[in-house]
């Protein structure tokens, strides 16, 4: 079984909707990201976490939002989504405690906006 | 705020070499890091460097960093077909518990 899950795989939706996408993680880790993927401009850190009452903003959180309901899930939310936010989006997870800062990935959610 | 490049495109032959580069701005990183992506995948960790190191060789790869540029490369021996994906290249503080990404450079290796 994937260590990082993502749910759903793929998403299309209409402008102006809510959805949600989830990360679950079995590797026992504290932290947690959310990243977005578009072609040429990389992976930009939308929210991470550090632990369940630690939530933190990255360079482009505006639009969205995060839940961290447990140490093993981690949801992002869009409440009114539109076409822009179309992209490849990957969840990922960190061990604290160590000085380098090897992330885990999941296998990613495709999101259309209509 | 930090900033990581690379070059979008590389091709090469198989059983070639690629090399790969990178160059960042901030002079506090302390650890640079390779990922891999390979088609319809997550970012796979390939191997990492600490700042105090200039060299890092592992099986077919081998990591060079010149903190003094801020320059970064991978470097692939004996390049495969299996080898074709996106490498991204990162950088994090000690502790900082987060890292930036390069955009990622498209490996495409011919057989």
């Known amino acids: 079984d994937a260590d990082v899950t993502q749910t759903p795989r793929n998403r299309i939706t209409k402008t102006g909707k809510r959805i949600m996408l989830e990360c679950s993680q079995t590797k026992g880790h504290d932290r947690m990201y959310w990243y977005r993927q578009d072609p040429g401009l990389g992976l930009r850190l939308i929210y991470y976490?550090?632990?369940?009452?630690?939530?933190n903003k990255g360079e482009i959180s505006d639009g969205y939002s995060v839940s961290r309901q447990a140490q093993a899930k981690f949801s992002l939310s869009l409440e009114s989504a539109i076409p822009n936010q179309t992209a490849l989006y990957f969840c990922?997870?960190?061990?604290?405690?160590?000085?380098?800062?090897?992330?885990?990935f999941g296998p990613g959610t495709r999101l259309t906006v209509l | 705020g930090e900033d990581v490049e690379q070059s979008l495109f590389l091709s090469v032959r198989e059983g070639d070499s690629s090399v790969i580069n990178c160059t960042y701005t901030d002079s506090s990183s302390t650890y640079l890091y390779w990922y891999k992506q390979e088609p319809g995948a997550g970012l796979q960790l390939l191997t990492y460097i600490f700042s105090n190191m200039d060299m890092k060789q592992d099986q077919r790869l081998t990591v060079l960093l010149n903190k003094k540029d801020k320059h970064l490369s991978l470097r692939i021996a004996d390049t495969q077909t299996g080898d074709s994906a996106i490498y991204f290249c990162a950088e994090s503080d000690t502790n900082a518990g987060k890292s930036t990404f390069g955009d990622g450079t498209t490996l495409t290796v011919k057989p």
């Open positions: 990922a997870t960190g061990l604290a405690g160590v000085d380098y800062n090897e992330q885990f």
């Open positions: 976490s550090f632990d369940v009452k630690d939530i």
